[in-house]
């Protein structure tokens, strides 16, 4: 064989005998890339001399750029748009019986979301088949409402709080009226009739206030057991520790006698700032006075927050 030119990086050996051979030397710079995982080729550099050789791989890991159907981790935001006539869903469930979690906080460990216990299995807070709002503290989550999927009825786990406050309270037991020291005595109640927003401490006998707002009260004390004697005191509706908003003057020791009972009332519309509370006060007593509080009555509601 003859008329054989060798190009780069081409050899040929025993060219004019009946078997040459021709050899194409290796002239790539590049190794071999073995990718794993999310890791891909992305470049191919190859030489200048026309002859197709790879000299560069550029490799990219997709993890950055795509979430991982097994579990990831992204460091921006997730927006889903769509069209104006479809919804945009977010689903987290299962096949059949499965549940789901939305957690949203300050950090992995305090926070709050929304589950739903499919059937139990993972073992989650609240019963199989129902939805739970709960709030995280320290890593322990708390049920704080929930309901079944089934249902409209809501079960809270503590109480509800709202700018819509209201409460009746009153007492029958016997009050005596004599003092020794201040000639005062605060109006006791025992029984709460009605306490929406729970803003009502039986154990201090103060109504206090939610919010800043404008507020209507309104008491009744019953008096019995006086001597005919003139002893005027004072019937009032005390804000904080301070000042008797309204006042009316009785006279229950001259106007009652054993048997012969009189009731009085008072009310009073007042504006008050969140945490400021009112109470019922008896003022101008006498340390003899043999008039004792029978039936009493005290309520109020918000009219209007500020």
């Not at 990219?60 to 795509?66: A, E, G, K, Y």
């Not at 002893?231 to 309204?246: E, F, Q, V």
């Amino acid at each position: 064989m003859t008329g054989i030119n060798q190009g780069t990086g081409i050899s040929v050996t025993n060219a004019g005998g009946p078997s040459p051979t021709v050899t194409h030397a290796d002239l790539s710079s590049q190794s071999s890339s073995n990718n794993s995982g999310a890791t891909v080729i992305q470049d191919i550099t190859l030489d200048a001399n026309g002859l197709g050789h790879i000299t560069g791989i550029g490799t990219t890991n997709l993890d950055s750029r795509f979430t991982n159907a097994s579990g990831d981790t992204m460091t921006g935001n997730l927006t889903i748009v769509r069209s104006d006539t479809a919804i945009s869903t977010l689903r987290l469930q299962g096949s059949s019986q499965g549940s789901g979690d939305l957690f949203i906080g300050q950090s992995a460990s305090y926070g709050g979301g929304i589950s739903y216990n499919g059937d139990n299995n993972p073992v989650m807070e609240g019963a199989p088949d129902r939805i739970v709002f709960y709030r995280m503290d320290a890593g322990v989550k708390t049920a704080v409402f929930s309901y079944a999927n089934s249902s409209n009825h809501v079960t809270f786990n503590g109480y509800m709080k709202s700018e819509s406050s209201i409460f009746n309270v009153s007492a029958i037991s016997n009050l005596p009226l004599s003092v020794s020291g201040a000639p005062e005595r605060i109006i006791t109640f025992d029984t709460e009739i009605l306490d929406y927003g729970f803003d009502f401490n039986i154990s201090n006998e103060r109504y206090t206030a939610p919010v800043s707002g404008h507020y209507t009260f309104s008491a009744s004390v019953s008096f019995d057991l006086g001597d005919g004697t003139d002893d005027t005191m004072y019937l009032s509706i005390r804000k904080n520790a301070g000042a008797d908003m309204n006042t009316i003057e009785i006279n229950p020791r001259a106007h009652t006698s054993p048997g012969r009972e009189i009731a009085y009332s008072i009310s009073s519309s007042l504006y008050l700032t969140a945490g400021e509370y009112v109470s019922v006060f008896a003022t101008g007593l006498t340390a003899d006075t043999p008039v004792i509080a029978t039936y009493r009555n005290f309520s109020g509601h918000l009219l209007r927050a500020q």
